[in-house]
């Protein structure tokens, strides 16, 4: 009998239960538990998975054997708790797993980096480059030779045309659409919905139709 890959999983909210479901179709994962430091979730459960304590369990998981993980923080807009989850787990040699759903098409011709994560319906297509602790969510499509930085989340419904590049760090909004050829800088936000047309600076926040620089009255997701 096959010896299953033994998981841990960092965070028990809504991002955690879609990883939960999407790990739980493939054979050679077992979900061991998961970390989460808010104390009313200790000794609880998430869709069956024990919620075992905060990251100061980490280091007697991994005396165990159990050294490959999920981050199950998602994040809407602010990539960082989730890279440093990531970044945390990697400096104690925990090994990120890739969470791809079955419905997912991937071209045999893209390059994925570590800890990916791609939700249903989901397409990347030829020669696309996506970095390390990447989420693809729901129905959202990379085209062809894009390339996308570290530690990016591309939200719901989301469209990037070709060869359109990510810096890492940056969050695209739910439905947003990225025109081919345009650089989105690190660190950038583009609310939902939004349509980009021309390159993002780093750290900046674009929203609307045409994408501008976010003001006081608008608002973003």
């Known amino acids: 009998m096959m010896d299953k890959i033994q998981i841990i999983g960092f965070g028990a909210g809504g991002h955690a239960r879609v990883m939960i479901e999407i790990l739980r179709l493939d054979i050679h994962y077992e979900l061991v538990g998961l970390l989460d430091p808010r104390k009313e979730f200790l000794g609880k459960s998430l869709l069956g998975v024990p919620i075992l304590g905060d990251d100061a369990l980490l ?114 909004g739910a439905g947003a659409t990225i025109r081919q050829c345009v650089i989105i800088g690190a660190g950038a936000i583009v609310g939902a919905g939004a349509v980009v047309v021309k390159d993002v600076q780093s750290g900046m926040v674009v929203v609307g139709v045409p994408a501008r620089p976010l003001t006081k009255k608008d608002t973003v997701a």
């Open 59 to 172: 280091s007697e998981l991994l005396k165990k054997g159990i050294n490959h993980f999920f981050v199950g923080l998602g994040g809407t807009g602010n990539t960082n708790p989730r890279r440093k989850l990531y970044e945390m787990a990697r400096f104690h040699t925990m090994l990120p797993v890739n969470a791809i759903h079955p419905s997912v098409i991937i071209s045999p011709s893209v390059r994925v980096g570590m800890g990916f994560t791609a939700m249903a319906n989901s397409v990347v297509n030829a020669c696309a480059t996506i970095g390390e602790n990447v989420i693809l969510n729901t129905g959202a499509i990379i085209e062809h030779d894009c390339v996308i930085g570290s530690h990016v989340h591309i939200a719901t419904g989301a469209r990037l045309a070709s060869t359109v590049q990510v810096g890492d760090g940056a969050h695209i």
